[in-house]
């Protein structure tokens, strides 16, 4: 009887539990979304005030309407799309399908970037070196800044924005160039408009 009733019982949770399992939320009935950054547009901006509450800068920003300003003023906002790729789906058992729920939803990681100008910045850093030391990248939609976003976060909020902390030795008109390397083996390269910048 005692093994009847076990067995009834295994059999019970794996026709209900994993209907259960297979519907959890927030899965839904696809399975766990994978999204994937695309599209990704630059506009320039300009730092018109700050104000510092504990360790973060909420900074105040307006179009930028001139080509040209100074490093510590400018705020390169980063948009990008998140699209919809693909479900995650685990083997079908007893019927019925095991989902993935941990995390509900998976986003392009960011493994390191390359940041480059084609004009050297100062003696530290000639034309086409690797400028990412001295950028800060953060989220917040564009109003505030602090440290940089560390690697291996997800790419999840639409909007970066991009600010420089340290002074070129000379005023230039500067193309950036950055490249995103996003896990497993899928980098995004774009370019910022030419922006004359000053110490």
């Not at 019982?9 to 399975?31: D, R």
């Not at 504990?54 to 300003?69: A, G, K, Y």
């Amino acid at each position: 009887m005692r093994k009847t009733i076990l067995t009834f019982s295994f059999f019970t949770f794996m026709t209900f539990g994993v209907a259960l399992i297979s519907s959890c939320k927030p899965c839904g009935n696809e399975g766990a979304i994978t999204f994937q950054t695309a599209n990704f547009t630059v506009s320039l901006n300009k730092i018109t005030g700050a104000t510092t509450v504990n360790t973060f800068e909420f900074f105040e920003i307006t179009p930028l309407e001139s080509d040209r300003v100074s490093y510590d003023s400018l705020m390169m906002l980063l948009d990008y799309e998140l699209q919809e790729v693909a479900y995650v789906e685990a083997v079908p058992n007893f019927g019925n399908r095991l989902y993935a729920c941990d995390p509900a939803q998976n986003y392009d990681r960011l493994e390191s970037y390359q940041i480059t100008s084609d004009q050297d910045y100062n003696s530290q850093y000639p034309a086409g070196a690797d400028l990412s030391a001295i950028f800060r990248i953060t989220f917040d939609k564009g109003t505030s800044r602090s440290n940089t976003i560390p690697l291996g976060h997800w790419l999840n909020s639409n909007t970066l924005n991009i600010t420089i902390a340290e002074a070129p030795d000379f005023t230039a008109d500067h193309t950036f160039t950055i490249t995103f390397n996003m896990q497993p083996t899928r980098s995004e390269t774009f370019t910022v408009p030419t922006i004359t910048i000053s110490p």
